[in-house]
């Protein structure tokens, strides 16, 4: 009995010695993305379409301290375990004291579409796992990773877990004058399996955060047929004030379609035939917000008509958290 209530003592010194935290949802800060321009927000949508999407996507701010490790949980389900010391200055000396971690997550269609992450690389259609932008901040300086310190991202897994992802890599975010892309981290490892997380028990998309920037897991979209899409759209339905994309009802897919020529927009890319797609169009038109959300099964030109219709800004976010 001395030998358990011994090994019990031991146990409880350790947890209280070694500095660690559990940071839940309710004791963060809320990013107001209406006011607060995060540089994980830039979207390069048209107008003031992107300005007016981005304060519903979910984001917030961690206040932490630096010798204390945390296991971090987001709101729509990311965790990111962070062990003590993890970050240094740009002068390489450690962190002392109180940092912050920015955290904002596209992890459904609707906030790919607000974000403009669409799940496209090097002209090829990706199925993803949705996206997460992390940022350790001390005012207004970028932090860096600490040599020796690994950080651990979870997303949540939203396919079957005995499916078998060939292809499936690490991609970061990288902004440019063109607008965002995704690129692929050499030599990265991602694993599907149970979190390391201490409060949950499920199954999660796991890599190694390595900078500053946007994460996604993606891995190629397999079909036998693939097409042009071109989409016959109203004349008053521009690029300089709208934003089209198609969302995949089957996989975790959104393609902009961003190409545009003689009142007819189309993909850059090739789609997979026949597929079941909804599209999904948002427009600002003299200061007034009009969309449209059409099931279509993917062919060569779409000629029916597309009707927008004139929408509060409440309305196209329901629209967008509706999409399947």
């Not at 005995?162 to 902004?175: D, E, M, R």
């Not at 036998?224 to 004030?241: H, K, M, Q, R, Y």
């Not at 948002?282 to 029916?304: G, K, P």
């Amino acid at each position: 009995m001395s030998k358990v209530i011994s090994l019990i003592i031991l146990m409880l010194l350790f947890f209280i010695l070694i500095p660690s935290c559990r940071k839940d949802v309710d004791e963060y800060t809320l990013i107001d993305t209406s006011t607060e321009h995060s540089s994980g927000l830039v979207n390069f949508l048209p107008g003031e379409l992107g300005q007016l999407l981005t304060p519903a996507v979910p984001g917030l701010v961690l206040e932490l301290q630096a010798d204390q490790a945390c296991d971090c949980e987001g709101q729509l389900g990311t965790n990111i375990l962070i062990p003590a010391n993890a970050f240094v200055h740009e002068t390489g000396d450690p962190v002392v004291g109180p940092y912050e971690v920015e955290i904002i997550e596209a992890l459904t269609k609707g906030d790919l579409v607000r974000t403009n992450r669409g799940t496209v690389v090097d002209d090829r259609l990706m199925i993803s796992s949705g996206g997460v932008f992390v940022k350790a901040k001390r005012g207004e300086e970028i932090l860096s990773l600490a040599a020796g310190k690994e950080i651990v991202i979870e997303l949540p897994f939203n396919g079957d877990p005995a499916s078998q992802y060939p292809g499936l890599k690490l991609y970061v975010g990288q902004t440019g004058e063109k607008g965002f892309s995704w690129q692929e981290v050499a030599d990265s490892e991602v694993n599907i399996g149970e979190t390391q997380s201490t409060m949950a028990n499920e199954t999660m998309y796991s890599f190694n955060y390595d900078s500053n920037d946007w994460y996604s897991c993606l891995h190629p979209y397999e079909a036998s047929d693939w097409i042009d899409f071109s989409l016959a759209v109203p004349g008053s339905i521009t690029p300089e004030n709208s934003a089209l994309f198609l969302s995949f009802k089957d996989h975790f897919s959104v393609v902009p379609i961003d190409h545009y020529d003689n009142s007819v927009f189309s993909t850059e890319i090739d789609v997979p035939a026949n597929e079941e797609v909804q599209l999904i169009g948002i427009a600002q038109i003299e200061d007034e917000l009009y969309a449209t959300s059409t099931n279509l099964t993917l062919s060569q030109n779409v000629s029916e008509a597309i009707v927008f219709e004139a929408m509060s800004i409440d309305a196209i976010n329901e629209l967008l958290d509706a999409l399947e």
